[in-house]
């Protein structure tokens, strides 16, 4: 039976037990032979040499983490597992299958033998929601590397969805302090006349997509708060000028539907630490004549600007229906003729 000690420099302990030492008891679910005790900026182990070495080697990885971000995560925690779980697969039973909410309400906890490597965040109910296509996953890649991305292409292929989880993430892990969504308020072809109620009752309809996506990451009550608060907004596009958006995650949806001027003056709302996802379809433009669209407009100027990735979905990134990929070939083939 073999000791030792682990003590803390330079960095808050707390950022590395996690509140009510939730990171710490995480990690000991995967050694369940070895003893753990955690106090002030200690931590000390008892059981074998082999255990002793293999969580301190997780807990250096942890501060490696920790000073890539500025907030850890049980995700980080398990991520740093996740090439043992597919080699030697070990037993989690200890971790249970019971849903798990962070002090911040946003992230459910499912023990499903799930490749973690793709998940990026876990919704309502343990709903796992993982990059999917090759296209969603590249999305995912270039996030860490710039600040801002073009997500284009098809109806189906998960642009926003995976945009918006996301989102939810770097809220939940405290990267930004606001996720802000907006889409261009333009009727879908329909004249839908005058709406009663009030100005949001009047705006919901057209950011309703939105809205469904957050509630299959966000339990309803939490997202209320966070709606209520600020800390999640979902507003028109012309509501974005003015403003400087920093600390924030924030989603331009629906672009093929802004001129160019207004795409000029979303992205120009870019404060620090701020991080934006545009996402269109360059073949559903509802604009009164289609020619307005700024989207492709604005890529072609932007194009050459270092910092800025640009990412093509297509249809094999579709994951409605079947019928929703035979739907778009059928189009995009009446179109070419």
């Known amino acids: 039976?073999?000791?030792?000690?682990?003590?803390?420099?330079?960095?808050?302990?707390?950022?590395?037990?996690?509140?009510?030492?939730?990171?710490?008891?995480?990690?000991?679910?995967?050694?369940?032979?070895?003893?753990?005790?955690?106090?002030?900026?200690?931590?000390?182990?008892?059981?074998?040499?082999?255990?002793?070495?293999e969580f301190s080697k997780a807990i250096?990885?942890?501060?490696?983490?920790?000073?890539?971000?500025?907030?850890?995560?049980?995700?980080?925690?398990?991520?740093?597992?996740?090439?043992?779980?597919e080699n030697e697969k070990?037993?989690?039973?200890?971790?249970?299958?019971?849903?798990?909410?962070?002090?911040?309400?946003?992230?459910g906890y499912s023990n499903k033998n799930d490749n973690n490597s793709d998940i990026i965040v876990y919704g309502n109910d343990g709903k796992v929601v993982r990059a999917r296509t090759k296209n969603q996953k590249k999305l995912v890649a270039e996030y860490y590397k710039h600040d801002l991305i073009f997500a284009l292409g098809p109806a189906g292929t998960g642009k926003t969805y995976t945009a918006i989880a996301l989102a939810v993430r770097a809220l939940k892990n405290r990267e930004v302090k606001k996720l802000i969504l907006t889409r261009p308020a333009v009727e879908a072809g329909e004249?839908?006349?005058?709406?009663?109620g009030d100005l949001k009752d009047k705006l919901d309809p057209y950011l309703q997509p939105l809205y469904d996506a957050l509630?299959?990451?966000?339990?309803?009550?939490?997202?209320?708060?966070?709606?209520?608060?600020?800390?999640?907004?979902?507003?028109?596009?012309a509501y974005m000028r003015?403003?400087?958006?920093?600390?924030?995650?924030?989603?331009?949806?629906?672009?093929?539907?802004?001129?160019?001027?207004?795409?000029?003056?979303?992205?120009?709302?870019?404060?620090?630490?701020?991080?934006?996802?545009?996402?269109?379809?360059?073949?559903?433009?509802?604009?009164?004549n289609r020619e307005d669209s700024g989207l492709v407009k604005g890529i072609n100027i932007l194009k050459g600007i270092?910092?800025?990735?640009?990412?093509?979905f297509t249809k094999e990134d579709i994951v409605r229906h079947p019928l929703v990929s035979k739907i778009v070939k059928a189009f995009d083939e009446e179109g070419e003729e």
């Open 191 to 196: 004249k839908l006349g005058f709406l009663p």
């Open 90 to 107: 070990p037993a989690l039973n200890s971790l249970g299958g019971n849903l798990e909410m962070t002090p911040d309400g946003l992230v």
């Open 242 to 288: 003015g403003r400087t958006l920093e600390s924030a995650f924030v989603i331009l949806d629906e672009a093929q539907n802004t001129n160019i001027g207004q795409l000029k003056m979303f992205l120009t709302r870019m404060g620090n630490n701020a991080k934006f996802i545009v996402t269109g379809d360059a073949s559903q433009v509802d604009l009164p």
């Open 60 to 85: 250096d990885a942890l501060i490696a983490k920790r000073y890539k971000k500025r907030n850890l995560s049980i995700d980080d925690v398990d991520s740093i597992f996740e090439k043992q779980q």
């Open 1 to 53: 039976m073999a000791e030792k000690k682990i003590e803390l420099q330079e960095i808050d302990p707390v950022e590395i037990f996690g509140v009510n030492d939730r990171f710490i008891t995480r990690l000991g679910n995967y050694f369940p032979k070895l003893k753990i005790v955690a106090r002030g900026n200690c931590i000390s182990l008892k059981g074998s040499s082999k255990d002793i070495a």
């Open 306 to 312: 270092k910092g800025i990735a640009f990412i093509n």
């Open 215 to 237: 509630m299959d990451m966000i339990p309803p009550q939490k997202l209320k708060l966070l709606m209520e608060e600020g800390t999640i907004q979902i507003a028109p596009l």
